[in-house]
């Protein structure tokens, strides 16, 4: 739809030299596969959560491991930052979520006092992110098939979206992703193969529900404009959708490996500031860089110098544009900056 317009416009896409996205720094540390990640809103800090039961607070400039915190259920799945970044929040196989404050102190055998958690989801904890600016709202989703909104600073429940009400997910919620542009609004992928839009003041129903993708939705992120999103699925491909609509407006579908007929799943998906980019992990190892205008694939950071040697888990770009990092199964996370000349498109 958007490339047969753009093509007839007599768009071009974005030219990529190998020597324009490089790895700038390897981020050792894990013992185990890298799941999950999240950059501070303000700093270059990155934290990461691993099947090693650790979340490591990394300063992306230096490779600095500021914390590295020994989770008490090691089956961790996400990780993310509080928007004042002096917060982290972790869950996964405990079906809690737990927030650690990172100016307490650690004793002697590095365990950090858990400072609040949050029970109630019957399922595991696939997902959570803070409300941009609110540092006391936060929202998780889970193999239960609900998202909750919390206040972190009582540990209630606020709202449960999903559940009982008939618009909800039937199957697991993998991933979600909040409005920046308007905080009450956030959107739900799930192995029901949907995604759902639902408003922060309106728990008893989804406001829309979008379909397309033949397979689990590993993950969704707001396009720049706030008025579309981007999804990666199990069935190999990346979408673009019309939150007001509803209409698919975009596929972005790669060619079946040359050995092999089944295509690598889609795990993790995150746009340039422009939006003019979507970066896209797959369980290969590859990272494409997509042109969204025109579909068309413009590198692949996973046959560059210094890639990921197992599936990218993760990915997410720095607040301001300029880095990108990449979580894998090699345990290891990688900042890819854009170089020289190239700002960020």
Not at 34 to 60: C, F, H, M
Not at 165 to 171: C, E, V, W
């Amino acid at each position: 739809a958007v490339e047969k317009y753009s093509k007839a416009q007599g768009r071009t896409a974005v030219s990529f030299n190998p020597t324009d996205l490089v790895c700038c720094r390897t981020l050792q540390g894990h013992s185990g596969k890298v799941y999950s990640l999240d950059w501070t809103p303000e700093k270059n800090w990155i934290v990461s959560a691993s099947q090693d039961g650790r979340l490591i607070v990394w300063n992306a400039l230096t490779s600095q491991k500021t914390h590295a915190i020994k989770l008490h259920c090691p089956w961790v799945m996400t990780c993310a930052f509080a928007p004042n970044g002096q917060s982290v929040a972790c869950g996964g196989l405990d079906s809690a979520c737990s927030i650690f404050n990172l100016s307490s102190q650690a004793d002697r055998d590095g365990n950090m006092p858990v400072s609040r958690v949050l029970t109630g989801h019957k399922g595991y904890v696939s997902s959570c992110q803070y409300v941009p600016d609110q540092e006391t709202r936060l929202i998780t989703g889970s193999g239960d098939q609900t998202c909750v909104l919390w206040d972190v600073t009582t540990g209630q429940r606020i709202s449960i979206f999903g559940g009982e009400f008939p618009s909800g997910h039937t199957a697991d919620v993998l991933s979600l992703s909040i409005n920046s542009l308007n905080t009450n609004m956030f959107i739900s992928g799930s192995c029901d193969t949907t995604v759902r839009l639902w408003d922060l003041r309106i728990a008893s129903r989804a406001v829309r529900t979008y379909h397309g993708h033949e397979g689990d939705i590993n993950s969704v992120k707001f396009f720049p404009d706030g008025q579309r999103f981007g999804t990666g699925s199990d069935d190999g491909t990346c979408r673009l959708f019309d939150m007001r609509t509803g209409h698919q407006l975009q596929v972005y579908n790669r060619e079946p490996d040359r050995n092999d007929n089944e295509l690598p799943i889609v795990t993790s998906v995150a746009f340039s500031i422009s939006g003019r980019l979507l970066f896209a992990g797959y369980s290969n190892g590859d990272c494409y860089v997509w042109d969204t205008l025109l579909a068309e694939m413009v590198l692949n950071l996973g046959t560059l110098q210094n890639s990921h040697e197992g599936r990218i888990s993760c990915l997410g770009l720095s607040s301001d544009g300029s880095a990108l990092c990449t979580g894998s199964w090699d345990k290891n996370l990688k900042i890819w900056a854009f170089s020289g000349h190239r700002k960020i498109v």
